[in-house]
Antibody
Framework: QVQLVQSGAEVKKPGASVKVSCKAS????????MHWVRQAPGQGLEWMGV????????TYAQKLQGRVTMTRDTSTSTVYMELSSLRSEDTAVYYC???????????????WGQGTLVTVSS | EIVLTQSPATLSLSPGEGATLSCRAS??????LAWYQQKPGQAPRLLIY???NRATGIPARFSGSGSGTDFTLTISSLEPEDFAVYYC??????????FGGGTKVEIK
């Protein structure tokens, strides 16, 4: 079955960077785009961007441009999301979510990883 | 950016009752709208895609309808496991992909 397993919780100081991983299994990794979505405590869902695991191309949310970088390692079927210049407002659970269209970014999420809590605090 | 507005923010109902959740888009999204369910401490789960299609494994008591700017998620008879937060999401015009603010269905 399709599974997305994310790395563990992180605590970072303001101004630092964090890198979250998402290891995929149960399907052909290069065939499905991967999105990242975050959720601040008690808040709604915010789309961060998407990566094509096949070629590595990315599209980011405008508000995060310049601070977010998504990469992939096809040898381990893992995607990464790095967020730099962290501030307290970046405290959130970060999810990877596979696009459910094969070979194209359809913009629909299924399934999701279990989430990674990133806490930014001095 | 397409803004999605969900109402009500909270719905207080008893098991066995029906639930009707609304999602309104700031401009037409055709039928490119999905619904997700999120339980406390869990990741969201896809329920409905393209406005009215149930995702794999989703019970028939969940149904979606609508097109353009107005959409509805209906739960015909609430089971105990249905008490959760529900989000709508559009993929008509992106980036960015956008979500509604959520509707919490709580036990009355």
């Amino acid at each position: 079955q399709v599974q997305l397993v994310q790395s563990g919780a992180e605590v970072k100081k303001p101004g630092a960077s964090v890198k979250v991983s998402c290891k995929a299994s149960g399907y052909t990794f290069p065939s499905y785009y991967m999105h990242w979505v975050r959720q601040a405590p008690g808040q709604g869902l915010e789309w961060m961007g998407v990566i094509n695991p096949s070629g590595g191309s990315t599209t980011y949310a405008q508000k995060l441009q310049g601070r977010v970088t998504m990469t992939r390692d096809t040898s381990t079927s893992t995607v990464y999301m790095e967020l730099s210049s962290l501030r307290s407002e970046d405290t959130a659970v970060y999810y990877c979510a596979r696009d459910d269209n094969i070979a194209v970014a359809g913009g629909r999420f299924d399934p999701w990883g279990q989430g990674t809590l990133v806490t930014v605090s001095s | 950016e397409i803004v999605l507005t969900q109402s009500p923010a909270t719905l207080s109902l008893s098991p066995g009752e029906g639930a009707t959740l609304s999602c309104r888009a700031s401009q037409s999204v055709s039928t490119y709208l999905a619904w997700y369910q999120q339980k406390p401490g869990q990741a969201p789960r896809l329920l409905i895609y393209d406005a009215s299609n149930r995702a794999t494994g989703i019970p028939a008591r969940f149904s979606g309808s609508g097109s353009g700017t107005d959409f509805t998620l209906t739960i015909s008879s609430l089971e105990p496991e249905d008490f959760a937060v529900y989000y709508c999401q559009q993929r008509s015009n992106w980036p960015p992909l956008t979500f509604g603010g959520g509707t919490k269905v709580e036990i009355k």
